[in-house]
């Protein structure tokens, strides 16, 4: 069983920046593919990036992909997201799933383990 915590959220004016960590507990969570997701007011659960155990592949979102990055610290056990020019479109509660395969994924059913979620707000 992995526990997953996410941290960093906010509120960041249009233009801004922050940074999302995911910490696990539990286990450790190598071997697991990591991914973001994010869920706006009203809308679904979107994918946002994912990235492989080793931290050699990663995948983006479109609407993400030149901003945001993500990247994972195994020996910590912690997952991130930093964002950078945040639009007010970004805003949403910003989720870190968790897999039981190496391979990053973009779909939100092949993951195992979820967080509770951090609230990111971007005011225009």
Known sequence: QVQLVESG???VQAGGSLRLSCAASGRTFMNYALGWFRQAPGKERDFVATISWTGAS???ADSVKGRFTISRDNAKN???LQMNSLKP?????YYCAARRNTANSIREYEYDYWG????VTVSS
């Open 9 to 11: 959220g906010g509120l």
């Open 58 to 60: 990663t995948y983006y």
């Open 78 to 80: 912690t997952a991130f």
């Open 89 to 93: 479109e970004d805003t949403a509660v």
């Open 116 to 119: 509770q979620g951090t609230q």
